[in-house]
DNA sequence: CAAACATTAAATGTAAGACATATGAAAATT
DNA sequence: AATTTTCATATGTCTTACATTTAATGTTTG
């Protein structure tokens, strides 16, 4: 069924890459059970250990779980979009910071993304998505407010307009991209007046998904964009000049 | 530094998680050895097959690299936007087929973000994208083409129009919903009237991007989705005829 | 007879020790 | 001085053993 060719050294790996294309290719269906540990290591000719370790490769991709007891074993899991947000969160949070990208580039990505789901958004979002951005929206006024907490809100205000879209692919790709942002805002320092004027532009987006109005949403994000870039561009400079 | 709270089970993953945990934070940076799988068996008091399971489980998702030898060991990865491709669109597939996202979701999330790229890469395509797409819209064009290769090169040519936005973060998002599209594109039979039509439309685009005409690139993408969510509702409809 | 309890078997989770193998660095040889 | 050999150290793998969880089975008891 799944073959490996005694090639070169990684055992575990080869050994979850054959279970991995089975899955992907639907040789392997949701829910079914792998054969046990020692099944596995008996018809791979490895020993029990080694398909443990591959076993683990998979799960931390959470293409399998495991349950113990006697009729425990590994089945392959339906892979769920909470399930794949955190991983996907993880990965692009790391790209951006170990390749140095620049706070215009992740910025002006985020924005484009962001941008394609508002005519969705404002022909689609629910009540419950409109409350949730007020919400964030009233919260991000409250004095006294710390800058991570107000991005952390501005993140949450951004993920309920796209989720908004009513679109889980959308939503599942924008996770990343709008989360992965937070931490370079957080270096931000923003000031009362830059936050009134972020909750301005946040309150007119609003206004405009509850008036499915696509381009006026897509012109306020236009705008949020330029405001976000320059004002990142100037705390930029600023810190450079002292030190 | 890094400590295991001595909960319930599952030591491996626990012990992946302060790690990762570790690499998140910066605690641990790129290049960085971490120590041997011996003496992180002795630091979190387990034994090394469980270190071994928690370090496996981390190199499936990239995030340490082992060498073997003398001055070998596991050292933090640098994630790098070609090492996260492969999962990212592995994922993203799996997402597909395992959750029953129907082609018009996932349709309308791949030309939602593709148009996104669209106005950047109006302005920004360099000549090597633009030779890119006029080679794939070639091959689209050749007789005896199977729909999989057609497929295929639909693929390239929209990757190339996504790259020419020269993003990277946007690239990398957009490759998981645009390969992910590959298998549901199969399931599709292309006439030579269809063929046509999208070479044409293929055409329009390249010439659009050719001429930085941002909103010219823009309608063609709208019907480009038009027309295909149209193809494929008339394919299904006439595949549930006959059964 | 039925419900509560104890037993058992099968599976994963963990441990310990051993050997194989790769690899760079130091030591020995030419 | 250049080359070869040796060696220490690390991961890769195997073997065996025991712990633990869990459901099914068997047993006892009201």
Same mark, same amino acid.
């Given at each position: 069924?799944?073959?490996?060719?005694?090639?070169? !050294?990684?055992?575990?790996?080869?050994?979850?890459?054959?279970?991995? *294309?089975?899955?992907?290719? +639907?040789?392997?269906?949701? @829910?079914?059970?792998?054969?046990?540990?020692?099944?596995?290591?008996?018809? &791979?000719?490895?020993?029990? =250990?080694?398909?443990?370790?591959? /076993?683990? #490769?998979?799960?931390?991709?959470?293409?399998?779980?495991?349950?113990? +007891?006697?009729?425990?074993?590994? &089945?392959?899991?339906?892979?769920?979009?909470?399930?794949?947000?955190?991983?996907?969160?993880?990965?692009?949070?790391?790209?951006?910071?170990?390749?140095?990208?620049? &706070?215009?580039?992740?910025?002006?990505?985020?924005?484009?993304?962001?941008?394609?789901?508002?005519? /969705?958004?404002?022909?689609?979002?629910?009540?419950?998505?409109?409350?949730?951005? #007020?919400?964030?929206?009233?919260?991000?006024?409250?004095?006294? /407010?710390? @800058?991570?907490?107000?991005?952390?809100?501005?993140?949450? &205000?951004?993920?309920?307009?796209? @989720?908004?879209?009513?679109? =889980?692919?959308?939503?599942?790709?924008?996770? +990343?991209?709008?989360?992965?942002?937070? =931490?370079?805002?957080?270096?931000?320092?923003?000031?009362?007046?830059?936050?009134?004027?972020?909750?301005?532009? $946040?309150?007119?987006?609003?206004?405009?998904?509850? !008036?499915?109005?696509?381009?006026?949403? *897509?012109?306020?994000?236009?705008?949020?964009? $330029?405001?976000?870039?320059? /004002?990142?561009?100037?705390?930029?400079?600023?810190?450079?000049?002292?030190?």
């Amino acid at each position: 069924m799944k073959i490996d060719p005694s090639s070169s !050294a990684n055992l575990s790996a080869q050994i979850a890459k054959a279970i991995r *294309d089975s899955i992907i290719s +639907g040789a392997l269906i949701v @829910d079914q059970r792998l054969p046990s540990e020692a099944e596995l290591a008996d018809q &791979f000719e490895v020993s029990r =250990p080694t398909v443990r370790e591959a /076993l683990k #490769r998979l799960a931390a991709q959470s293409l399998i779980r495991t349950q113990r +007891g006697a009729t425990g074993g590994a &089945f392959v899991n339906k892979l769920s979009f909470e399930e794949a947000y955190p991983q996907q969160i993880t990965t692009s949070t790391l790209l951006l910071s170990m390749n140095a990208v620049s &706070f215009e580039t992740a910025c002006e990505a985020r924005y484009a993304l962001e941008r394609s789901c508002a005519p /969705l958004s404002a022909q689609r979002r629910s009540a419950d998505h409109l409350a949730t951005m #007020r919400a964030e929206i009233h919260r991000q006024g409250q004095p006294g /407010l710390t @800058d991570e907490a107000f991005c952390a809100s501005d993140v949450a &205000f951004h993920r309920a307009l796209v @989720d908004g879209a009513g679109n =889980p692919v959308l939503s599942y790709q924008l996770a +990343g991209a709008v989360e992965a942002m937070q =931490p370079l805002m957080n270096m931000i320092t923003f000031s009362a007046r830059d936050r009134a004027r972020i909750i301005e532009l $946040h309150t007119q987006l609003a206004d405009a998904l509850e !008036a499915h109005d696509a381009s006026g949403a *897509d012109t306020t994000l236009a705008e949020l964009e $330029h405001y976000t870039t320059n /004002l990142a561009r100037s705390v930029m400079e600023k810190r450079q000049k002292t030190t």
